[in-house]
């Protein structure tokens, strides 16, 4: 069973051809970019690896990019989803890791958790906004989890044909775990490692972006 | 009665307010519902600005000291519903149009990739 890889991404061409060439060099020939609307040269450098690239017209945020390459790969008959970052800060060796309690049937889903692994770099303040996004996702779910927002997952086709996600942009990570939960699907945490560069660390969630998600979070509870 | 400045200008600009759900109703824009709801705003409007008292009549049925505070704690209350509504409306665009985008963009890829290159493609 062979996963497909769903890698959103939103002007990455800096960083994105050393992630698939690394993905295809490890044998991972099934890959999905989902260029979420990037005015650089994004679709073209993956087009270009002959990667698959389904291509967002206009931005739509992370979540819908995910959601976009997720509904896709269904429709295509994967058995085993993977969602993996563009910007090169995880590592492909550990999707097999990823994906063996999924093929092994034992869970449905698995969520990275840079907390249990041994992560590079990650900057102080980074660590605390996401301990609060740990403990916002307690309160809101009721899911004790170490890392709540890492985009390192993997599915298999019926917990993926299960999530409802309407979140298009960052809050998308707590309404994942949030269905999960809900839709009583059997998770687990694996450790993977998490590189900070300079690049990642530009490109990540800012705390004030952390409020904006909790702001979303709620408003689409009362709103809905 | 003589009416003061700010009220002939306050009275002008709720008529030209009235004129506009009128027009809108007319042309089918907006349904009776929201047509008797922003009717029946305006004209508050217009009998409060015209007889004062009787907005100071209501004040002090519902304990409060002056009709000003009054209408401003009906008009915040209403403005705070009204954002509220909006939110919700734009909410759901929004996700309309991920919708949209995500079925172009999937089509697009199909296609690309399950027939045959057209000229076109090469």
């Known amino acids: 069973m062979e996963p497909?890889?769903?890698i959103p991404a939103y002007n990455e061409e800096k960083v994105i051809a050393n992630v698939l060439k690394e993905l295809q060099k490890q044998n991972y020939h099934n890959l999905i970019v989902v260029d979420d609307g990037s005015k650089d040269n994004t679709a073209k450098i993956a087009e270009s690896l002959k990667v698959k690239v389904i291509r967002h017209p206009i931005n739509r945020g992370q979540g819908a990019a995910l959601k976009t390459g997720i509904d896709y790969a269904l429709e295509q008959g994967n058995d085993i989803l993977v969602t993996f970052d563009a910007d090169g800060q995880f590592k492909v060796e550990e999707i097999?890791?990823?994906i063996e309690p999924i093929q092994k049937k034992e869970v449905d889903v698995t969520l990275g958790s840079r907390f249990l692994g041994?992560?590079?770099n990650m900057p102080f303040l980074k660590k605390v906004t996401l301990k609060g996004g740990v403990a916002f996702t307690y309160l809101f779910s009721r899911i004790k989890l170490s890392d709540t927002h890492n985009g390192f997952k993997a599915f298999s086709k019926e917990a993926a044909a299960k999530l409802e996600l309407r979140q298009d942009r960052?809050?998308?990570?707590?309404?994942?775990?949030?269905e999960i939960n809900?839709?009583?699907?059997?998770?687990?945490?694996?450790p993977v490692t998490v590189i900070y560069t300079d690049y990642t660390k530009e490109k990540g969630q800012s705390i004030t972006n952390s409020a904006r998600i909790v702001f979303h979070l709620l408003m689409k509870k009362v709103a809905k | 009665m003589s009416l003061s400045i700010i009220q002939v200008i306050l009275i002008v600009f709720i008529l030209f307010a009235i004129s506009r759900v009128i027009l809108r109703f007319k042309e089918k824009k907006i349904g009776w519902r929201v047509f008797l709801f922003w009717s029946t705003i305006w004209i508050l409007g217009i009998i409060t600005i015209y007889l004062p008292s009787s907005a100071e009549?209501?004040?002090q049925l519902l304990g409060i000291g002056r009709a000003v505070d009054?209408?401003?704690y009906v008009s915040v209350a209403l403005l705070f519903y009204l954002i509220f509504r909006i939110y919700v409306k734009i909410n759901q665009i929004d996700e309309a149009i991920t919708k949209i985008v995500r079925d172009i963009a999937i089509e697009k890829?199909?296609?690309k990739h399950e027939s045959k290159p057209t000229p076109e493609d090469r």
């Open chain 1, 170 to 178: 960052m809050a998308h990570a707590s309404e994942m775990i949030d």
């Open chain 1, 4 to 6: 497909v890889i769903i």
């Open chain 2, 70 to 72: 009054l209408i401003l």
């Open chain 1, 118 to 120: 041994k992560t590079v």
């Open chain 1, 96 to 98: 097999k890791a990823m």
């Open chain 1, 182 to 190: 809900k839709k009583k699907i059997k998770y687990k945490e694996v």
């Open chain 2, 57 to 59: 009549y209501f004040a």
């Open chain 2, 109 to 111: 890829t199909k296609n």
